[in-house]
């Protein structure tokens, strides 16, 4: 259920984006071009080109009925609406398998969808803090320095682990989420390989949000406007470690100027979270050698979960 709810809250901003604006009872989305053609025009207000949610996923609202067989259903349904690629990825998830028989389904009418997010709410604050960004962010000169456009933190919400680095480069601003260039591979590997956690189980996120030009270090009135939406998201996820990238990433968060060489190898506090700060994946790319510092590190913070777990 909290999968599905995370799914629903997905399609919620994902029509938001869209520029629906009424989602709160009737879940509204664009008609097909031949659908819409084929039926009677008085069905729907001209100032509503939109139909109900709930006529794409019929039998979501019922959950008082809901079987195996329909959630199923359902999650298959959901999965052929169009997806964010930096959608949450919930702890605590059901594992439905998709549905492979889509045809089966009876397509029942439904006009109304109530949603209910209160069981986690670290979805709706995470979502809420993207949305307060926005799309369009100008609050610092990197809008106008050829950002193709915001990089928000992406992974699990209630994550124990969390990651910082620097800034996107020009990998994450072209597919919009963080660390997924040749120094992403690295990390994803130190996160899977290393320390045998599943990619999507850990929360990342950046300093900034917007990629420097010719990735540069984003600048100090750059982090003054950004840093704060990361340091509200720590405050929500609550990660008992977080591991920083990089010199950039450390000193901005542990507000220091120590070299990174001495921070690593040791464990820093900020704000109940332990922090672990270590190589940047991308130094790492350049100079092979500080692989084995940096898996000193990720042992650390292993043995730490293992043993606060
Ligand atoms: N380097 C970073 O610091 N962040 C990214 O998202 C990618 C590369």
């Excluded at 997905?10 to 071009?33: C, Y």
């Excluded at 709410?121 to 369009?136: H, K, T, Y």
Aim: one cysteine or more; glycine letters at 4%; proline letters at 9%.
């Amino acid at each position: 259920m909290n999968e599905l709810i995370a799914d629903i809250r997905e399609q919620v901003v994902f029509l938001r984006e869209l520029g629906v604006s009424e989602i709160d009872a009737n879940l509204l989305v664009p008609v097909e071009p031949e659908r819409r053609a084929s039926r009677p025009v008085e069905t729907r207000p001209a100032s509503q080109p939109f139909e109900p949610i709930a006529s794409v996923i019929p039998t979501i609202a019922r959950s008082s009925e809901t079987t195996a067989e329909t959630r199923q259903t359902n999650v298959s349904r959901l999965s052929m609406l169009p997806s964010l690629s930096n959608r949450p990825s919930p702890k605590r998830t059901t594992n439905v398998p998709p549905s492979e028989n889509l045809a089966a389904v009876p397509d029942e009418p439904m006009t109304v969808i109530t949603t209910n997010f209160a069981n986690d709410p670290n979805i709706s604050a995470i979502l809420s803090i993207r949305e307060e960004i926005g799309p369009d962010c100008a609050r610092c000169k990197l809008s106008t320095l050829g950002r193709k456009q915001v990089v928000n933190s992406v992974g699990n919400f209630n994550a124990d682990l969390m990651f910082v680095g620097e800034a996107p480069g020009a990998d994450e601003d072209l597919q919009g989420e963080p660390f997924v260039g040749r120094a992403g591979q690295l990390l994803t590997d130190i996160i899977e390989k290393g320390l045998q956690i599943p990619r999507k189980d850990v929360f990342i996120g950046n300093i900034n949000r917007c990629r420097p030009p010719q990735n540069r270090a984003p600048e100090p009135n750059e982090t003054f406007a950004c840093k704060p939406f990361l340091l509200r998201e720590i405050e929500i996820v609550k990660p008992r470690v977080i591991v920083v990238l990089g010199a950039t990433a450390a000193h901005n968060l542990l507000d220091t100027k120590v070299p990174i060489g001495k921070l690593r190898g040791q464990f820093h506090d900020y704000r109940g979270s332990k922090v672990m700060p270590t190589f940047h994946p991308a130094y790492l790319l350049r100079d092979p050698h500080k692989k084995r510092e940096v898996w000193e590190d990720m042992k650390m913070v292993r043995d730490f979960l293992a043993s606060s777990a």
